[in-house]
T-cell receptor, first 115, second 109 residues
Framework: EAQVTQNPRYLITVTGKKLTVTCSQN?????MSWYRQDPGLGLRQIYY???????DKGDVPEGYKVSRKEKRNFPLILESPSPNQTSLYFC??????????????FGSGTRLTVV | LAKTTQPISMDSYEGQEVNITCSHN???????ITWYQQFPSQGPRFIIQ???TKVTNEVASLFIPADRKSSTLSLPRVSLSDTAVYYC??????????FGAGTTVTVRA
């Protein structure tokens, strides 16, 4: 089944403890992206990648890192999580991006709580 | 990225047609219009995309007038399972998606 897989689905962690949220897609998509969703703020883009080793900042990149060493994987790294990074996170991928006529495929989400 | 304006919420009943209009007055020549649907605690799902005139698929229709300053997503004969948030996006690039607040559609029995 074609899909974007995020892990974990739920995560509770403490301030300052480094964590990684994994994202993998099995559709050979070139474009991948991370979003966070907060009540009243909608979906905001954190980072995106247009291909292997090509990444760039979205609208809210502070406090996050990403890497794209392989086409299928696009992990999101929080080096020193803080409570304001408590959010619902989504990974998405697309064959050719916005104009692919199929849009982006989103993962099921990772609900992160930082205490 | 072109700014979009959509109603915050809409109510409907099962079996009715729902039309959601999105305004994008400063749409650029190369911009495409895309609609996504999102259920609570799930990722958005692509519904339909268009550039001009009318586009139809098995889920919805998208109407775009000649000036392209607005677009209307049409959901025929909605059911309770169509209750969701619907987002209108306008962009000319492949990688930066800007989601607004969306329109919360509530379908009642």
């Amino acid at each position: 089944e074609a899909q974007v897989t995020q892990n974990p689905r739920y995560l509770i962690t403490v301030t300052g403890k480094k964590l990684t949220v994994t994202c993998s897609q099995n559709m050979n998509h070139e474009y991948m992206s991370w979003y966070r969703q907060d009540p009243g703020l909608g979906l905001r883009q954190i980072y995106y990648s247009m291909n292997v080793e090509v990444t760039d900042k979205g609208d809210v990149p502070e406090g996050y890192k990403v890497s794209r060493k392989e086409k299928r994987n696009f992990p999101l790294i929080l080096e020193s999580p803080s409570p304001n990074q408590t959010s619902l996170y989504f990974c998405a991928s697309s064959l050719r991006g916005q104009q692919s006529n199929y849009g982006y495929t989103f993962g099921s989400g990772t609900r992160l709580t930082v205490v | 990225l072109a700014k979009t304006t959509q109603p915050i919420s809409m109510d409907s009943y099962e079996g009715q047609e729902v039309n959601i209009t999105c305004s994008h007055n400063n749409i650029a020549t190369n911009d495409y219009i895309t609609w996504y649907q999102q259920f609570p605690s799930q990722g958005p799902r692509f519904i339909i995309q268009g550039y001009k005139t009318k586009v139809t698929n098995e889920v919805a229709s998208l109407f775009i007038p000649a000036d392209r300053k607005s677009s209307t997503l049409s959901l025929p004969r909605v059911s309770l399972s169509d209750t969701a948030v619907y987002y209108c996006l306008v962009a000319n690039n492949d990688y930066k998606l800007s989601f607004g607040a969306g329109t919360t559609v509530t379908v009642r029995a």
